[in-house]
């Protein structure tokens, strides 16, 4: 709706989304040798904010970073990333923010709010979902042109919206759907013929729904920092957790999830 | 639609109890009440991006958001006034088993969720609903992602409180004179027509006021059961939910506009219909 508009910068603190169509920032590596458990003293609660589609992986990461530090309780508040970047701005109190696009972090590094450089600890990429069995026969991308295709795609608001606008998708959507779960549920409601959702989240809903891969979402792969934050209530669990998310045993459930290594 | 000589009159505060120093005890609470409603308002007046209003407001994505909002509240006002009056008057002049449950039944969309409201609705209308997989074969119509689909989930929401604000007004109204007409000859539906209807007519007019109100604000279930896409499904709602995704200065104007919009209509309407 207002993508790529220029807009006259005001009072310091705009929220700049049209940064997702320009070149995305790298994350610098901060740290190496992560292990992942903590010191002694880690304890009590870890507040983490995590991009909707995160949800299944880091519910199982939690259960391992818990085994490794049973002092620690995780809670994991999860939405769309710009949501929760607005929630860690405005002085939610939390601990680690995970989201699911570089731009989306900068706001909060921009703020402030970020405990040193955000890693990105895992890269996403869109497919084709289509109903079990792929009843319209969903081949490529140029299939989802045809008129009678109803499809689901994100607003190019959020992150997964803009991939596809960087992926070149030029399909006319019945609707712009404002996350990616929710273009997933049309989609599994049989309200919609086919939604561009991310690779995990097709995988995430292998039992309804078929993942078909095109060759253009190489063209938007979707960078997924993680950072601890500045005003974090349990700073040692927060960067415990920092470490233990780019651990070998946690990209192995991201790379199960259907994640790609960064 | 003028109540002319039926119409109930207003009670006044009779002088006597407004000339009494008002309690203290009701005075603080009623303070903190007020300036709790209205502090977040003050909020989004200070953060406005006065300066590039002007070419905030003349984007066409705007105006489309805009003029869909106060076409599909209106239409689901309309469609509420056309169902709900006559469900209100079943609830409150005829007595029949279970009435107590369907009373209850007609404010479950109050205390839904309105994301599980769009999903129920999905599940009833949707392209495989049971309502809705009918449609789909027979005609060849189907209401997710359009703007009647909008219409559907605001009129779903909305309904209640015109169903509630009326039933109220006809409980309150006096029987005697839909007695006297029926002695007088009048069958239940003229009675209805000419007597009951010029009698609350305030209350329905407050009870279509409220119910445009909430389905202006409706996003929930819109986003769910219609969708979201520019000039067909996009209302206002959710065009602020979107920008707020990017540029939160866009979503406060987007927010303000609706405000001054619906408070402008809201007084206007009061002024006409509801003070009688």
């Keep these: 709706m207002r993508a790529g508009r220029p807009k006259r910068r005001q009072r310091g603190r705009m929220l700049i989304g049209a940064a997702v169509s320009t070149a995305l920032m790298t994350a610098g590596c901060g740290h ?120 689901a795609l994100c607003a190019e608001q959020v992150p997964c919206g803009a991939a596809a606008k960087k992926a070149g998708v030029d399909v006319e959507p019945v609707t712009l759907e404002q996350d990616v779960k929710a273009a997933l549920s049309k989609l599994k409601l049989g309200e919609v013929d086919a939604a561009l959702v991310y690779r995990t989240d097709a995988r995430s809903a292998s039992g309804d729904v078929d993942a078909v891969e095109f060759p253009e979402s190489t063209g938007a792969i979707n960078d997924y920092p993680i950072v601890a934050l500045r005003h974090a209530p349990n700073p040692s669990a927060a960067a415990a957790f920092v470490a233990f998310v780019r651990s070998e045993e946690a990209q192995r459930v991201l790379a199960d999830a259907g994640f790609q290594r960064p | 639609m003028r109540g002319g000589a039926t119409r109930p009159r207003r009670r006044r505060v009779p002088a006597a109890l407004n000339s009494r120093r008002a309690p203290l005890a009701l005075l603080l609470p009623a303070a903190l009440g007020l300036a709790f409603l209205i502090l977040p308002l003050a909020g989004l007046l200070i953060r406005a991006p006065w300066t590039t209003l002007p070419e905030r407001l003349t984007e066409p994505g705007i105006l489309a958001a805009l003029r869909l909002s106060l076409l599909t509240a209106s239409l689901a006002t ?49 392209r495989r609903g049971l309502v809705g997989g009918w449609l789909d074969q027979t005609f060849g119509v189907s209401l997710p992602f359009t703007t009647a689909g909008v219409v559907v989930a605001e009129a779903f929401v909305a309904m209640p409180f015109l169903v509630i604000a009326v039933e109220g007004a006809l409980r309150g109204a006096d029987v005697r004179f839909e007695e006297a007409a029926a002695t007088l000859g009048a069958t239940r539906w003229t009675t209805f027509r000419r007597v009951t209807l010029p009698l609350i007519a305030p209350g329905v007019a407050a009870g279509a006021v409220l119910c445009w109100a909430r389905a202006l604000g409706e996003f929930g279930a819109t986003i769910t059961f219609a969708g979201n896409f520019p000039g067909r499904t996009q209302t ?41």
């Design chain 1, 32 to 151: 190496s040798g992560a292990s992942g458990s903590t010191g002694p003293g880690a304890t009590g609660e870890l507040v983490v904010m995590a991009a909707a589609s995160l949800t299944e992986s880091f519910d199982q990461l939690r259960s391992g970073f818990e085994a490794r530090n049973p002092q620690v309780e995780v809670a994991i508040s999860y939405g769309g990333s710009s949501g929760l970047a607005q929630q860690i701005t405005s002085g939610a109190p939390a601990d680690v923010f995970a989201a699911a696009s570089p731009a989306t972090m900068q706001t909060v590094v921009d703020a402030g709010d970020a405990n040193g450089e955000p890693a990105v600890f895992a890269r996403n990429q869109l497919v084709i979902a289509t109903a079990k069995g792929n009843p319209k026969g969903i081949r490529t991308l140029a299939d989802l042109k045809n008129p009678d295709l109803k499809v």
């Design chain 2, 78 to 126: 309309l469609v509420c006034l056309v169902l709900g009056v006559p469900l209100a008057w079943v609830l409150a002049r005829l007595r029949f088993p279970g009435r107590r449950l369907v009373r209850a039944l007609v404010t479950v969309p109050l205390v839904l969720p309105p994301v599980v409201g769009g999903v129920a609705l999905l599940l009833v209308f949707g």
């Design chain 2, 236 to 276: 206002m709602p959710l065009a602020v939910y979107l920008a707020l995704e990017q540029d939160v200065d866009a979503a406060i104007v987007l927010s303000l506009i609706l405000l001054v919009v619906s408070v402008g209509i809201l007084a206007a309407l009061r002024d006409k219909w509801v003070a009688a």
